[in-house]
Protein backbone atom coordinates (compact mmCIF):
# COMPACT_ATOMS: atom_id res chain seq x y z
CA UNK A 1 0.00 0.00 0.00
CA UNK A 2 1.62 3.17 -0.86
CA UNK A 3 0.90 6.77 0.42
CA UNK A 4 2.02 10.27 -0.33
CA UNK A 5 4.34 12.81 1.79
CA UNK A 6 5.79 15.64 0.32
CA UNK A 7 9.85 15.37 0.88
CA UNK A 8 10.51 18.91 1.26
CA UNK A 9 8.70 18.99 4.71
CA UNK A 10 7.76 15.30 6.08
CA UNK A 11 9.75 11.89 6.90
CA UNK A 12 8.42 8.75 6.14
CA UNK A 13 8.81 5.89 9.01
CA UNK A 14 8.96 2.70 7.04
CA UNK A 15 9.56 0.74 10.33
CA UNK A 16 8.13 1.05 14.12
CA UNK A 17 9.93 3.57 16.33
CA UNK A 18 9.92 1.59 19.04
CA UNK A 19 11.00 -2.32 18.31
CA UNK A 20 11.71 -1.48 14.39
CA UNK A 21 9.13 -4.44 13.11
CA UNK A 22 8.29 -4.00 9.97
CA UNK A 23 5.18 -5.97 10.26
CA UNK A 24 2.50 -2.96 11.21
CA UNK A 25 -1.15 -2.36 10.18
CA UNK A 26 -2.87 0.78 9.24
CA UNK A 27 -5.87 1.68 11.07
CA UNK A 28 -6.44 5.37 9.50
CA UNK A 29 -5.18 7.29 6.33
CA UNK A 30 -6.71 10.18 4.59
CA UNK A 31 -4.92 13.06 2.98
CA UNK A 32 -3.73 15.95 5.85
CA UNK A 33 -6.18 18.53 3.42
CA UNK A 34 -8.79 16.95 3.26
CA UNK A 35 -11.64 16.90 5.86
CA UNK A 36 -11.70 15.69 8.40
CA UNK A 37 -8.00 15.72 8.42
CA UNK A 38 -8.04 19.09 7.35
CA UNK A 39 -10.87 20.57 9.63
CA UNK A 40 -9.31 19.24 12.65
CA UNK A 41 -5.91 21.14 12.39
CA UNK A 42 -7.54 23.84 11.61
CA UNK A 43 -10.09 23.86 14.37
CA UNK A 44 -7.07 22.76 16.75
CA UNK A 45 -4.56 25.41 15.67
CA UNK A 46 -7.12 28.67 15.27
CA UNK A 47 -6.61 30.04 18.55
CA UNK A 48 -2.66 29.09 19.17
CA UNK A 49 -1.46 30.77 16.14
CA UNK A 50 -0.66 30.97 12.56
CA UNK A 51 -1.53 27.71 11.10
CA UNK A 52 -0.39 27.31 6.97
CA UNK A 53 -1.68 24.44 5.40
CA UNK A 54 0.61 24.78 2.90
CA UNK A 55 3.25 22.75 4.79
CA UNK A 56 1.30 19.72 4.36
CA UNK A 57 0.54 19.99 0.41
CA UNK A 58 0.85 15.97 -0.93
CA UNK A 59 0.88 14.29 2.59
CA UNK A 60 -1.55 11.86 3.64
CA UNK A 61 -1.90 10.95 7.70
CA UNK A 62 -1.48 7.34 8.06
CA UNK A 63 -2.04 6.04 11.60
CA UNK A 64 -0.60 2.69 12.29
CA UNK A 65 -0.46 -0.18 14.47
CA UNK A 66 2.79 -2.23 15.02
CA UNK A 67 2.31 -5.81 15.08
CA UNK A 68 4.81 -6.88 17.92
CA UNK A 69 4.99 -4.54 20.20
CA UNK A 70 1.66 -2.80 19.99
CA UNK A 71 2.48 0.84 19.01
CA UNK A 72 0.16 3.22 17.41
CA UNK A 73 2.36 5.79 15.45
CA UNK A 74 1.88 8.28 12.72
CA UNK A 75 3.80 7.23 9.53
CA UNK A 76 4.36 10.80 8.28
CA UNK A 77 6.39 12.81 10.59
CA UNK A 78 7.61 16.48 9.87
CA UNK A 79 11.14 17.31 9.53
CA UNK A 80 13.31 19.58 11.64
CA UNK A 81 11.75 22.26 9.67
CA UNK A 82 8.03 21.54 10.47
CA UNK A 83 9.16 20.72 13.60
CA UNK A 84 9.92 24.40 14.72
CA UNK A 85 7.20 25.57 12.31
CA UNK A 86 4.62 23.55 14.62
CA UNK A 87 5.71 24.61 17.98
CA UNK A 88 6.79 28.47 17.17
CA UNK A 89 4.41 29.27 14.53
CA UNK A 90 1.41 27.49 14.71
CA UNK A 91 1.23 27.17 18.36
CA UNK A 92 2.75 30.77 19.29
CA UNK A 93 3.83 31.93 22.61
CA UNK A 94 1.89 34.77 22.95
CA UNK A 95 -1.45 33.50 22.41
CA UNK A 96 -0.99 30.51 24.59
CA UNK A 97 1.23 32.01 27.65
CA UNK A 98 -2.31 32.79 28.87
CA UNK A 99 -4.09 29.70 29.14
CA UNK A 100 -0.74 28.46 30.68
CA UNK A 101 -0.54 30.46 33.49
CA UNK A 102 -4.86 30.02 33.77
CA UNK A 103 -3.93 25.99 34.37
CA UNK A 104 -1.82 26.78 37.68
CA UNK A 105 -4.98 26.10 39.88
CA UNK A 106 -4.11 25.40 43.74
CA UNK A 107 -5.54 22.16 43.28
CA UNK A 108 -2.90 21.29 40.03
CA UNK A 109 -0.03 22.97 41.96
CA UNK A 110 -0.75 21.00 45.24
CA UNK A 111 -1.01 17.38 42.64
CA UNK A 112 2.33 18.45 41.13
CA UNK A 113 4.02 19.01 44.62
CA UNK A 114 2.94 15.92 45.89
CA UNK A 115 4.12 13.81 43.10
CA UNK A 116 8.00 15.73 43.16
CA UNK A 117 7.59 15.12 46.74
CA UNK A 118 7.00 11.45 46.33
CA UNK A 119 10.29 11.44 43.63
CA UNK A 120 12.27 13.26 45.28
CA UNK A 121 11.94 10.72 48.79
CA UNK A 122 12.49 7.40 46.12
CA UNK A 123 15.70 9.01 45.72
CA UNK A 124 16.90 8.69 48.78
CA UNK A 125 19.24 12.04 48.92
CA UNK A 126 18.53 15.71 50.45
CA UNK A 127 16.41 17.85 48.15
CA UNK A 128 19.16 20.30 47.20
CA UNK A 129 21.22 17.33 46.51
CA UNK A 130 19.20 16.16 43.68
CA UNK A 131 19.43 17.02 39.96
CA UNK A 132 16.95 16.76 37.75
CA UNK A 133 16.21 17.24 33.92
CA UNK A 134 12.69 18.43 32.94
CA UNK A 135 13.01 17.46 29.09
CA UNK A 136 10.26 19.66 27.62
CA UNK A 137 9.01 21.78 30.15
CA UNK A 138 7.31 23.64 28.40
CA UNK A 139 5.85 26.38 30.41
CA UNK A 140 7.91 24.70 33.29
CA UNK A 141 5.10 23.42 35.51
CA UNK A 142 6.64 21.23 36.70
CA UNK A 143 10.16 22.07 37.03
CA UNK A 144 9.13 25.58 38.83
CA UNK A 145 7.87 23.41 41.89
CA UNK A 146 11.01 21.22 41.52
CA UNK A 147 13.31 24.37 41.61
CA UNK A 148 11.23 25.70 44.68
CA UNK A 149 11.68 22.40 46.83
CA UNK A 150 15.40 23.13 46.44
CA UNK A 151 16.43 20.73 43.78
CA UNK A 152 18.71 21.81 40.65
CA UNK A 153 16.62 22.29 37.78
CA UNK A 154 17.92 21.96 34.18
CA UNK A 155 15.30 21.92 31.49
CA UNK A 156 15.64 21.12 27.84
CA UNK A 157 12.85 23.32 25.33
CA UNK A 158 12.48 23.89 21.82
CA UNK A 159 10.68 27.28 21.88
CA UNK A 160 12.78 30.20 22.89
CA UNK A 161 10.19 31.92 23.89
CA UNK A 162 9.50 28.85 26.72
CA UNK A 163 13.02 29.03 27.95
CA UNK A 164 13.18 32.47 28.61
CA UNK A 165 10.18 32.51 30.88
CA UNK A 166 11.35 28.95 32.75
CA UNK A 167 14.74 31.12 33.47
CA UNK A 168 12.94 33.39 35.60
CA UNK A 169 11.58 30.16 37.58
CA UNK A 170 14.65 28.71 38.58
CA UNK A 171 15.30 26.72 35.56
CA UNK A 172 18.65 26.50 34.12
CA UNK A 173 18.29 25.80 30.22
CA UNK A 174 20.89 23.63 28.46
CA UNK A 175 21.37 22.35 25.30
CA UNK A 176 19.98 18.73 24.58
CA UNK A 177 23.62 17.89 23.40
CA UNK A 178 24.42 18.94 26.89
CA UNK A 179 21.81 17.25 28.46
CA UNK A 180 23.05 14.06 27.12
CA UNK A 181 26.86 14.41 28.91
CA UNK A 182 25.21 15.03 31.96
CA UNK A 183 24.14 13.23 35.35
CA UNK A 184 20.73 13.51 36.75
CA UNK A 185 18.90 11.42 39.91
CA UNK A 186 15.67 12.42 38.17
CA UNK A 187 14.33 12.33 34.68
CA UNK A 188 11.48 14.14 34.19
CA UNK A 189 9.22 14.01 31.20
CA UNK A 190 5.73 15.15 31.01
CA UNK A 191 4.04 14.37 27.66
CA UNK A 192 7.32 14.45 25.47
CA UNK A 193 7.85 11.31 24.10
CA UNK A 194 4.84 11.36 21.64
CA UNK A 195 5.89 14.44 19.95
CA UNK A 196 9.01 12.69 18.75
CA UNK A 197 10.13 10.88 15.57
CA UNK A 198 12.05 8.63 17.07
CA UNK A 199 11.44 7.78 20.41
CA UNK A 200 13.68 5.08 20.78
CA UNK A 201 16.71 6.73 20.58
CA UNK A 202 15.44 9.70 22.93
CA UNK A 203 14.91 7.19 25.46
CA UNK A 204 17.62 5.61 25.67
CA UNK A 205 20.25 9.23 25.78
CA UNK A 206 17.99 9.81 28.63
CA UNK A 207 18.51 6.74 30.51
CA UNK A 208 22.09 6.82 29.96
CA UNK A 209 22.31 10.49 31.98
CA UNK A 210 20.64 8.53 35.46
CA UNK A 211 23.05 8.30 38.24
CA UNK A 212 22.79 5.01 40.22
CA UNK A 213 19.66 4.33 41.25
CA UNK A 214 18.13 7.54 39.17
CA UNK A 215 14.84 7.82 38.42
CA UNK A 216 13.02 8.14 34.85
CA UNK A 217 9.31 9.23 35.19
CA UNK A 218 7.30 8.82 31.66
CA UNK A 219 3.76 10.32 31.04
CA UNK A 220 2.48 10.41 27.90
CA UNK A 221 -1.67 10.26 26.52
CA UNK A 222 -3.09 7.09 27.42
CA UNK A 223 -4.75 5.14 24.33
CA UNK A 224 -8.23 4.92 25.52
CA UNK A 225 -10.37 3.88 22.47
CA UNK A 226 -7.75 5.43 19.63
CA UNK A 227 -7.60 2.26 17.95
CA UNK A 228 -11.03 1.13 17.82
CA UNK A 229 -12.30 5.12 16.66
CA UNK A 230 -9.49 5.31 14.10
CA UNK A 231 -10.19 1.70 12.92
CA UNK A 232 -13.78 2.29 12.08
CA UNK A 233 -12.81 5.62 10.56
CA UNK A 234 -14.65 7.95 13.12
CA UNK A 235 -12.07 10.82 13.00
CA UNK A 236 -13.37 13.87 14.45
CA UNK A 237 -13.79 17.35 11.99
CA UNK A 238 -13.04 18.99 15.46
CA UNK A 239 -10.17 18.82 17.64
CA UNK A 240 -11.01 18.82 21.29
CA UNK A 241 -8.53 21.88 21.95
CA UNK A 242 -10.81 23.63 20.34
CA UNK A 243 -14.11 21.80 21.41
CA UNK A 244 -13.47 21.39 24.58
CA UNK A 245 -13.38 18.04 26.65
CA UNK A 246 -11.27 15.10 25.01
CA UNK A 247 -10.99 12.79 21.70
CA UNK A 248 -10.16 9.37 21.17
CA UNK A 249 -8.29 10.25 18.77
CA UNK A 250 -6.12 12.76 20.54
CA UNK A 251 -3.39 10.43 21.80
CA UNK A 252 -2.43 10.11 17.83
CA UNK A 253 -3.17 13.54 17.09
CA UNK A 254 -2.21 14.92 13.95
CA UNK A 255 1.26 16.74 13.03
CA UNK A 256 2.10 16.09 17.44
CA UNK A 257 1.43 13.22 18.71
CA UNK A 258 3.23 11.12 16.31
CA UNK A 259 3.48 8.06 18.94
CA UNK A 260 0.84 6.57 21.18
CA UNK A 261 2.24 4.01 23.66
CA UNK A 262 0.90 0.88 25.26
CA UNK A 263 2.35 -0.21 28.31
CA UNK A 264 4.06 -3.04 26.61
CA UNK A 265 5.85 -1.08 24.35
CA UNK A 266 7.45 1.54 26.89
CA UNK A 267 8.35 -1.32 28.85
CA UNK A 268 9.96 -2.52 26.29
CA UNK A 269 11.91 0.49 25.35
CA UNK A 270 12.74 0.75 29.31
CA UNK A 271 13.83 -3.18 29.11
CA UNK A 272 16.75 -2.37 26.03
CA UNK A 273 18.03 0.88 28.59
CA UNK A 274 18.87 -1.23 31.27
CA UNK A 275 16.34 0.02 33.38
CA UNK A 276 13.69 -1.73 35.41
CA UNK A 277 9.80 -0.80 36.64
CA UNK A 278 8.87 1.07 40.24
CA UNK A 279 6.38 2.60 41.77
CA UNK A 280 5.50 6.10 43.66
CA UNK A 281 4.53 5.23 47.27
CA UNK A 282 0.52 4.99 46.92
CA UNK A 283 0.29 6.94 50.28
CA UNK A 284 1.59 9.89 49.22
CA UNK A 285 -0.10 10.60 46.31
CA UNK A 286 -3.43 9.77 48.25
CA UNK A 287 -3.12 12.17 51.36
CA UNK A 288 -2.65 15.65 49.32
CA UNK A 289 -4.53 17.56 47.10
CA UNK A 290 -8.32 15.77 47.78
CA UNK A 291 -11.10 18.20 48.16
CA UNK A 292 -14.75 17.49 49.45
CA UNK A 293 -15.99 17.24 46.08
CA UNK A 294 -16.85 13.51 46.18
CA UNK A 295 -15.70 12.87 42.21
CA UNK A 296 -12.54 14.66 42.39
CA UNK A 297 -12.07 13.04 45.43
CA UNK A 298 -12.48 9.47 44.38
CA UNK A 299 -10.03 10.13 41.33
CA UNK A 300 -7.79 11.39 43.58
CA UNK A 301 -7.74 8.22 45.67
CA UNK A 302 -8.07 5.58 42.51
CA UNK A 303 -4.97 7.26 40.93
CA UNK A 304 -2.59 5.49 42.46
CA UNK A 305 -3.89 2.46 42.22
CA UNK A 306 -4.78 2.97 38.43
CA UNK A 307 -1.04 4.25 37.77
CA UNK A 308 0.30 0.44 39.34
CA UNK A 309 -2.19 -1.75 38.07
CA UNK A 310 -3.53 -0.11 35.16
CA UNK A 311 -3.52 -1.26 31.70
CA UNK A 312 -2.19 1.29 29.04
CA UNK A 313 -2.38 3.81 31.78
CA UNK A 314 0.13 6.47 30.34
CA UNK A 315 2.26 6.68 33.64
CA UNK A 316 5.81 4.83 33.85
CA UNK A 317 8.04 5.29 36.75
CA UNK A 318 11.71 3.61 35.84
CA UNK A 319 14.75 3.22 37.88
CA UNK A 320 18.66 2.62 36.74
CA UNK A 321 19.92 0.03 38.87
CA UNK A 322 23.57 0.50 37.48
Avoid at 79 to 98: P, R, S, V, W
Amino acid sequence: MTFNYNIDHFQERTECPVCNSSEFDVLYANSMTRNPVLSYLESQYRNQGDFDQDYLTGTDYVACECSKCGLMFQKMVPDGDLMGAIYNQFIQHEKTLARAKKSLSAERFIYRTNELVSLTTLCDKQLCDIKLLDFGFGYAGWARIASALGCEVYGVEISPKKKEYAAGLGVINISEEDAFNMKFDIVHTEQVLEHVGNPKQLFANLAKTLTPGGLFKVAVPAPAKTRQTLAAGQFPAQSEFDAGGESDIAPLMPLEHLNCFTTQSINRLAREAGLSPTHLPSVRLVDFGTRLNPIRMTKELMRPFYRRYGTDRGYYLFRCDS
